[in-house]
């Protein structure tokens, strides 16, 4: 069985600062990897994802994410935010061969002017 | 097109109705889940149909009945519910379910559940 640790439940941050959300996972076999966002009264749109490949991974919208094996982590990053980017995140992770997804308790990220 | 559609987006129904939630995909997935939120928690997974046969029932209430008429439907039939299942319901779909391609998941906008 899997799990997944947001350790920060509220990350609030100003405009056009950057800001790091924290993921790491506990599996005992090979996993996918993955971010969705929630905005507000909104479904989940899926940010970006690892599968394999090369370990930093982008989604269009500036975000990055890195795969680091040794310490089971796959933080999301951005370098600047905007007002926009307020919303809940969830970092997910799936078993290789399985789809189910295992979610973390999520994290807001709360960006101010 | 990485669309699932849901409907309704809202619904409020008394514990003595009878109402159902749809979603449909057309992406050619094989997959499809129900998934609850309640707020300010994560989704938790109620019921998993891989090429239209219930794979994964995750111990839900007989309240809550699913129904895969085709490949690109799914239906949640509701009855006789308690206001502690107000929720988000959301639907999701993916290629299939054991496949090594990284079978990603994709959500639809949720239909919201007020049980009164």
């Known amino acids: 069985a899997q799990s997944v640790t947001q350790l920060d439940s509220q990350v609030p941050v100003f405009e056009e600062a950057p800001v790091e959300l924290r993921c790491n996972y506990s599996s005992s076999v090979s996993v996918y990897l993955f971010w969705y966002v929630q905005y507000p009264n909104q479904g989940l749109q899926l940010l970006l994802k690892?599968?394999?490949?090369?370990?930093l991974v982008e989604s269009i919208n500036g975000f990055e994410a890195e795969f680091n094996k040794s310490q089971t982590s796959f933080h999301l990053r951005k370098p600047s935010v905007h007002i926009s980017d307020t919303a809940e995140y969830f970092c997910?992770?799936?078993?290789?061969?399985?789809?189910?997804?295992?979610f973390g308790k999520g994290t807001m990220l709360l960006v101010s002017p | 097109d990485t669309e699932v559609t849901q409907t309704p987006k809202h619904l409020v129904m008394g514990m003595t109705n009878k109402k159902s939630l749809k979603c449909e995909q057309h992406?050619?997935?094989?997959?499809m889940y129900w998934y609850k939120q309640k707020a300010k928690k994560p989704p938790e997974l109620m019921f998993v149909y891989s090429y239209e046969k219930l794979s994964i029932n995750e111990s839900v209430p007989s309240r809550f009945s699913p129904e895969c008429p085709n490949s690109s439907l799914l239906n949640l039939h509701l009855h006789a519910l308690q206001p502690e299942d107000s929720a988000l319901y959301l639907c999701a779909s993916s290629q299939d379910t054991q496949g090594d391609s990284g079978n990603t998941i994709y959500f639809g906008e949720g239909s919201w559940l007020t049980v009164v």
């Open positions: 997910a992770v799936s078993e290789k061969g399985y789809s189910t997804l295992t």
């Open positions: 992406m050619g997935h094989r997959a």
């Open positions: 690892y599968l394999s490949g090369s370990t």
